[in-house]
């Protein structure tokens, strides 16, 4: 038995070199040397997922596998990354991005853009922002940046004053005037869109409102001024793997003119591609 099994591994061994044999050279060292052509990239549940499907379709064309991994909060996906358990993700901007990096000692680096978005502002209570009420409460992101950005927003709209020059690190410590003496109840920015049958108001990140049925660009009460650092969603590396060739592939496909024709046909404004 022994030597049936060692004459049996042999002719294994012989066939397997036989197949090489038959490949071409440059091939044969691409298969020996080459990594995996698959990529891992995180994204954010609704159009951020539904974006990169249609970019995980045109890599596949390319030979590139990609798995896409959903998360359902702004934390999560950057720890993931963070990690190592996935190559990129998709949701975030700059200040965001730059905040993470801060507070939680990430080396996170951005490597493309992907979509243009503006947060908007939301109520099934009233029609016109000027209809609030005293007291009147209003949702916005927990997160610092996002948090920020909600209040920029509010404070464009002249609903509350903020200090001079307060940035991207605007949080409600920062309120120097709020007239109508608005109560902000800060929630996980997930939470805000499904939130809105208790809030007077509450500012939505687009990904989030489009999730849940709302439109941007026709349910919003006021929408974010497009030229700030805040819409425009990057595509998310850990530093050193910006020139990875299988993320550079997938890269490529995201800024394709198939995504392009996707983002411009089912969200009709709502998302914009940045590239």
Do not use: C
Not at 71 to 95: M, V
Not at 99 to 112: E, F, H, I, M
Request: charged share 20%.
């Amino acid at each position: 038995m022994k030597h049936t099994a060692l004459a049996l591994r042999k002719r294994f061994a012989l066939q397997a070199l036989a197949a090489a044999a038959l490949l071409p050279t440059g091939l044969w060292a691409q298969v020996q040397s080459s990594p995996a052509l698959q990529v891992t990239v995180g994204v954010t549940a609704g159009p951020h997922a539904q974006i990169a499907e249609v970019a995980k379709q045109v890599a596949a064309q390319q030979g590139l596998q990609v798995k896409l991994v959903e998360f359902g909060d702004f934390i999560q996906s950057n720890a993931a990354l963070a990690a190592g358990d996935i190559d990129a993700n998709i949701y975030q901007h700059q200040p965001f991005l730059d905040a993470q990096n801060k507070d939680r000692g990430y080396r996170l680096v951005p490597v493309a853009k992907a979509v243009n978005q503006q947060m908007g502002v939301y109520s099934k209570k009233v029609k016109d922002l000027k209809e609030l009420q005293n007291g009147a409460r209003v949702g916005i992101p927990n997160d610092p940046s996002n948090g920020s950005r909600a209040l920029l927003v509010l404070a464009k709209q002249g609903l509350i004053t903020l200090k001079s020059n307060v940035g991207a690190r605007a949080s409600v410590l920062d309120i120097t005037a709020n007239p109508q003496k608005l109560k902000f109840i800060e929630l996980e920015a997930a939470q805000l869109a499904r939130s809105l049958d208790d809030l007077d108001a509450a500012a939505v990140n687009s990904s989030y409102a489009v999730a849940a049925g709302l439109k941007p660009q026709g349910d919003s009460l006021a929408l974010e001024d497009v030229s700030t650092p805040y819409v425009t969603v990057l595509i998310v590396t850990r530093a050193g793997h910006e020139q990875d060739k299988n993320l550079q592939t997938f890269v490529k496909a995201y800024q394709s003119p198939q995504v392009k024709a996707f983002v411009d046909k089912t969200f009709k404004g709502a998302y914009t591609t940045a590239w």
